[in-house]
């Protein structure tokens, strides 16, 4: 599965966000379909992940209540919306695609997008 990540750029604290990554094959729908980033100098973290039908969803501490993780299997599109975001969320941001709940551990994650960069400017 190739995924192509886009909708990064730079936005001002508290400003919103909405990241989309599309699939390359028609069996998307069979993959539990997640969200990680990476700040500069700090280790790759779990920011969001959607179970295969979209009815189960999990978030980082640092995600909840600012970030939301949909998906539509039709399009074979994730998407990652983010408000009231903060000069600490500034990283790269990967999609990912894995087999199952696990997706929330990067060594689960089966495959990887080629990350967009999200830049918040305090």
């Known amino acids: 599965v190739q995924l192509q990540a886009c909708g990064g750029g730079l936005v001002q604290a508290g400003g919103s966000l909405r990241l989309s990554c599309a699939a390359s094959?028609?069996?998307?729908?069979?993959?539990?379909m997640g969200w990680f980033r990476q700040a500069p100098g700090k280790e790759r973290e779990f920011v969001a992940a959607?179970?295969?039908?979209?009815?189960?969803?999990s978030y980082a501490d640092s995600a909840k209540g600012r970030f939301t993780i949909s998906r539509d299997n039709a399009k074979n599109t994730v998407y990652l919306q983010m408000h009231s975001l903060r000069p600490e969320d500034t990283a790269i941001y990967y999609c990912?695609?894995?087999?199952?709940?696990?997706?929330?551990?990067?060594?689960?994650?089966?495959?990887w997008g080629q990350g967009t960069l999200v830049t918040v400017s305090s």
């Open positions: 959607i179970s295969w039908s979209g009815g189960t969803t």
């Open positions: 094959r028609r069996t998307f729908s069979s993959y539990y």
């Open positions: 990912t695609a894995a087999a199952d709940a696990r997706a929330t551990t990067a060594r689960r994650v089966k495959y």
